[in-house]
């Protein structure tokens, strides 16, 4: 089998399928291949299988935007998620594309024959293949499948109940009647929460400080009307455009009027819980956005605290010991099984090597050309989303650059390009700019650098984003472009 590919993409989650797609759609001629290190298509969304995982964001947002989500439910399970992107794939025949079972364990572009060679070991078996591609493209998201992040806690060992990270969550868990104490405050751990609660005898969620939770309705009544009178398919585009707007405005609107946000969530989470609440679990010591918020679909994290089935403490742990957790202000926490939803371990690229001409080339020691393309690395793009927004938005986008690139190289009868910065361009912080999350901070020497300016800097910005990938120039003069080889040394000696 000829393993010489036009494309080669690395992970057949969201963001592979996608890409794949796009290619399909725009570039059909292309040979295109993936390599994908699970048992199955859907990345994140096979390999998380906590209670209530879903989407943290709106479906219609947060799909495909040739492939439109047409339910009225806005935040899906991740079933369905899982569904809906391997539907996708059949639709557009990716499936057929995919290699499963191998680890990607290097990736280096030879200059002499302006190829990429890939390795990757087949882990049931243990055998390693190679593949060569014209073009690369890193579809892996930026965290590690293998190890979540877990603090070294005092007494772990001692603990005797069931200690569980939800990335690993075991399969058939029974729950019913238990204790459950949830460590954690950010997007899982608000899922996982009013998900036990009805069939556990209490769940508690024990934070060291608090997050911005609020209240999404999980039903779209407008569409749900609009339908009545109007094609399904335009009903869902609108859906997508108002709900795109909404999140922009949004996130604009907290950034530049932030103690007014604040009021706002704070004020929202009160009306949920009630007048009596005890705000101190509910009000972070940050602003909107300096880290991502929660949603929760109708309240039903507010609803389980009301009923009584769960609870909220917002203190440090000083121990772990045999039947539960002992926390610095003395109170003492048993748990039957305590679910460490602590956050994830940064990651790119899945942990393979990356060089150029044998020499490695990390991608923290580099800026992203247009939030796509790698500095000073040949045909090389890795697909990042939102942080603060839907991630298919920018997925999307940027496969759509990579489509519109390949194509102005072939009319250009060119067959590398290579993004070089000016002198003095980058800066020290990461592409993911000013985001305090937790796994954002541990994760910064992993991370490509912002630069001070376009296309160099990372907007996070879905309307100037389009027209930078999408209107802009492909390249704008910072892209090397350079000819065939054989093309290149038949130049030079006419030239001669």
């Known amino acids: 089998m000829n393993q010489t590919y036009d494309v080669l993409i690395i992970g057949a989650g969201l963001s592979g399928v996608g890409t794949a797609c796009h290619l399909a759609r725009e570039c059909p001629t292309k040979k295109v291949g993936i390599l994908e290190r699970r048992e199955r298509i859907g990345g994140t969304w096979d390999l998380f299988q906590y209670p209530g995982i879903r989407s943290d964001t709106d479906m219609i947002s947060f799909c495909f935007k040739f492939r439109l989500w047409d339910r009225l439910k806005v935040m899906a399970d991740g079933k369905s998620l899982w ?22 364990t290097s990736m280096d572009w030879s200059s002499s024959e302006q190829l990429w060679t890939v390795t990757a070991t087949h882990e049931a078996t243990g055998e390693v293949k190679t593949y060569k591609a014209k ?71 024990l934070q060291r400080s608090p997050s911005y939770v609020f209240s999404l309705p999980d039903f779209d009544a407008v569409s749900n009307v609009l339908m009545k009178f109007l094609p399904k398919s335009w009903v869902f585009g609108m859906a997508r455009k108002r709900n795109i707007l909404v999140q922009r405005c949004m996130y604009l609107a907290s950034k530049r009027w932030p103690e007014k946000a604040r009021a706002f969530l704070l004020s929202s989470v009160k009306k949920q819980l009630g007048p009596n609440a005890d705000m101190t679990h509910f009000t972070p010591r940050y602003m909107p956005w300096d880290e991502r918020l929660c949603a929760v679909p109708d309240g039903d994290l507010f609803k389980a605290i009301r009923e009584g089935k769960a609870s909220v403490v917002t203190d440090h742990i000083e121990t772990f010991n045999e039947t539960g957790l002992k926390l610095k202000s003395g109170k003492q926490l048993d748990a039957d099984i305590i679910i460490t939803a602590t956050g994830l371990q940064v990651q790119v690229l899945g942990g393979a090597q990356l060089s150029v001409d044998k020499q490695a080339r990390p991608l923290s020691t580099g800026m992203t050309y247009k939030g796509t393309l790698m500095q000073d690395i040949p045909n090389m793009a890795w697909i990042i989303g939102y942080t603060n927004a839907s991630w298919t938005l920018k997925a999307d986008i940027a496969a759509t650059y990579i489509c519109r690139l390949l194509k102005d190289m072939d009319a250009k009868g060119m067959a590398v390009a290579v993004p070089r910065a000016p002198a003095g361009e980058m800066e020290d912080d990461t592409i993911l700019g000013s985001l305090g999350s937790g796994y954002v901070q541990r994760g910064k020497s992993q991370l490509p650098r912002q630069g001070r300016n376009l296309p160099w800097r990372v907007l996070h910005h879905y309307g100037k984003d389009t027209k930078m990938l999408l209107e802009d120039p492909v390249n704008d003069g910072f892209l090397e472009y350079t000819p065939p080889r054989i093309q290149a040394t038949a130049t030079a000696a006419l030239a001669a």
């Open 135 to 205: 073009f690369l493209v890193g579809a892996t998201g930026y965290y590690n499948y293998d190890q979540g992040y877990l603090p070294d806690f005092p007494g772990m060992d001692s603990y005797k109940g069931q200690r569980i990270h939800p990335q690993f969550w075991p399969k058939d868990l029974d729950y019913t009647g238990k204790r459950v104490v949830v460590i954690g405050s950010g997007a899982t751990a608000v899922t996982v929460v009013p998900s036990m609660a009805d069939k556990a005898a209490h769940v508690t969620m």
């Open 83 to 104: 569904q809906y992107i391997n539907d996708t794939a059949k639709e557009y025949g990716i499936d057929k594309k995919v290699q499963f079972g191998l680890k990607t």
